[in-house]
């Protein structure tokens, strides 16, 4: 029998989810609506957050590793989390640049089916009907919210949707790393130290080709002075806390409980997305959309 104790554990982490998911989510929309370089700041943020962790572990000393990663675990295993965790990121926040966060987060809520067919794929879950019909009804729902959207942009939808297919598959990754003992890295800052650096020089090709050339002659970035350049600052300070509270609170959350249970944890979190995008961000819906959102 699950105790109380663990319940009220399970469920604060939950909430320190919901959290910083919430607060990146409409920050990211703020910052990267005008500041137009989402891939070159994912990388700052993915650097950021790479040296706290290790600054960490250096001044405590804290290892929970039983042996140091070898090569073969880091290229077979790390490398392939840590790069499709950095395609989901990179192009999850280059999607802010042309949809709403509405669009933004119905789009990803269908993560879920690519979890499944990830999980069924790795044999960490067994085919189901329940399955197929949360598959069939996640996607109807889809269909309903973007049919004749106004907010609707072709480039941003597939930049999302692809990220939700590379997410499926990074969440299952994750969750084999960190809750397989022989591997070794049921600690969350430890799995933080050796992803986030593979994160960062994944992402770092990508954003220096696309972004590269507009970014050295921007004077948004890094030709800014004066107060531009604490703007710059700002935006990518914070916006690396926040990566970092959301990096920390999901793998927390998935290294005790699975990715399907984060994901279906996540609909509560939509819900209230959803609702603040209406009510603060004037994201506007039609009933057909609506009941997108209800049959998802």
């Known amino acids: 029998m699950v105790s109380v104790k663990y319940l009220f554990w399970i469920l604060s982490q939950i909430l320190f989810y919901y959290a910083s998911s919430i607060c990146i989510t409409f920050f990211n929309k703020w910052s990267f609506s005008g500041f137009h370089f989402p891939?070159?700041?994912?990388?700052?943020?993915?650097?950021?957050?790479?040296?706290?962790i290790w600054l960490y572990r250096t001044a405590t000393k804290s290892s929970s590793c039983k042996d140091e990663i070898s090569w073969k675990l880091f290229f077979q295993r790390i490398c392939p989390t840590a790069m499709a965790t950095a395609i989901d990121i990179g192009l999850?926040?280059?999607?802010?640049?042309?949809?709403t966060v509405s669009m933004y987060t119905m789009c990803k809520s269908t993560t879920i089916i690519f979890i499944l067919l990830s999980a069924i794929i790795f044999k960490i879950e067994k085919p189901k009907l329940l399955s197929l019909v949360v598959i069939a009804l996640?996607?109807?729902g889809l269909f309903l919210f973007t049919y004749k959207s106004t907010s609707f942009h072709l480039w941003g939808f597939i930049l999302v949707m692809t990220a939700s297919v590379i997410g499926g598959l990074r969440w299952v990754l994750a969750q084999i790393l960190l809750q397989r003992e022989s591997i070794g890295l049921s600690s969350t800052l430890e799995f933080i130290y050796y992803v986030e650096p593979v994160m960062a020089v994944s992402i770092l090709p990508f954003a220096l080709g696309i972004e590269g050339f507009d970014m050295v002659l921007s004077p948004d970035f890094i030709l800014a002075r004066g107060h531009q350049s604490l703007h710059v600052f700002f935006v990518v300070s914070v916006g690396a806390l926040l990566a970092l509270l959301l990096t920390y609170s999901e793998y927390l959350l998935l290294s005790n409980t699975s990715s399907i249970t984060v994901s279906i944890c996540g609909i509560i979190k939509e819900i209230v997305i959803l609702g603040l995008a209406a009510t603060l961000g004037g994201d506007k819906l039609s009933l057909v959309n609506l009941a997108g959102l209800v049959v998802c």
């Not at 891939?39 to 706290?52: A, D, E, K, P």
């Not at 999850?92 to 042309?98: E, G, I, K």
């Open 92 to 99: 999850s926040n280059w999607s802010f640049m042309y949809i």
């Open 138 to 140: 996640i996607s109807f």
């Open 39 to 52: 891939l070159v700041v994912s990388f700052f943020h993915m650097t950021i957050v790479s040296h706290v």
